[in-house]
């Protein structure tokens, strides 16, 4: 069994190994710009990107999660980040086009930088690995199923966004404990 450990760890290895940095760094500059930073993506990419979304409120980022109740109207000045590892989802095509229509910069972060989804994007951030698109017969490299490589290295990569934003910010850990809530 310790050896599908490692093996998991060492996939996510080669993805984060084969990230751009100088694109991630790009996003954060786009997320550290962006008046409002609104969020989406589905699935299990959409339980990471929540979780993302809670980081940059604890960096003193307006942002929202689609579908959220409190979710304001995008515009100019607003940054749209989507999630779409295998590049084309009905739901992001329909939101980035909302989104571009109301005036908002879009990020996306996928797997598959030729897909629909990232082309309408203003810029891209690629995470070179497995997802659904591509977990079937001679294309599936992963021992993770489906798209848990994706997913997996989304976790890593937003960690190490929010701390290259911690300090593009300035932000404090006393800050940031700051603004996490009291209602739990």
């Given at each position: 069994?310790?050896?599908?450990?490692?093996?998991?760890?060492?996939?996510?290895?080669?993805?984060?190994?084969?990230?751009?940095?100088?694109?991630?760094?790009?996003?954060?500059?786009?997320?550290?710009?962006?008046?409002?930073?609104?969020?989406?993506?589905?699935?299990?990419?959409?339980?990471?990107?929540?979780?993302?979304?809670?980081?940059?409120?604890?960096?003193?980022?307006?942002?929202?999660?689609?579908?959220?109740?409190?979710?304001?109207?995008?515009?100019?000045?607003?940054?749209?980040?989507?999630?779409?590892?295998?590049?084309?989802?009905?739901?992001?095509?329909?939101?980035?086009?909302?989104?571009?229509?109301?005036?908002?910069?879009?990020?996306?972060?996928?797997?598959?930088?030729?897909?629909?989804?990232?082309?309408?994007?203003?810029f891209v951030l690629t995470v070179p690995?497995?997802?659904?698109?591509?977990?079937?017969?001679?294309?599936?490299?992963?021992?993770?199923?489906?798209g848990s490589l994706f997913e997996g290295?989304?976790?890593?990569?937003?960690?190490?966004?929010?701390?290259?934003?911690?300090?593009?910010?300035?932000?404090?850990?006393?800050?940031?404990?700051?603004?996490?809530?009291n209602m739990e």
């Amino acid at each position: 069994m310790s050896n599908l450990y490692r093996t998991a760890l060492d996939e996510l290895a080669r993805v984060a190994d084969r990230i751009d940095d100088a694109s991630v760094d790009e996003a954060c500059r786009r997320i550290a710009a962006a008046r409002h930073v609104c969020v989406y993506a589905g699935g299990r990419e959409g339980l990471q990107l929540k979780g993302f979304a809670m980081r940059l409120f604890h960096l003193g980022r307006a942002v929202s999660v689609v579908g959220d109740m409190t979710t304001p109207p995008l515009g100019p000045g607003d940054l749209f980040l989507v999630v779409c590892g295998p590049g084309e989802i009905s739901t992001s095509v329909a939101l980035v086009g909302v989104a571009k229509s109301a005036g908002a910069d879009v990020l996306v972060i996928t797997a598959q930088p030729s897909g629909r989804v990232p082309s309408m994007a203003d810029f891209v951030l690629t995470v070179p690995a497995q997802t659904m698109a591509d977990d079937q017969g001679a294309a599936a490299t992963s021992v993770l199923p489906m798209g848990s490589l994706f997913e997996g290295a989304l976790f890593v990569l937003f960690e190490v966004m929010v701390l290259k934003l911690k300090t593009l910010l300035a932000v404090s850990p006393e800050s940031m404990r700051a603004n996490h809530t009291n209602m739990e």
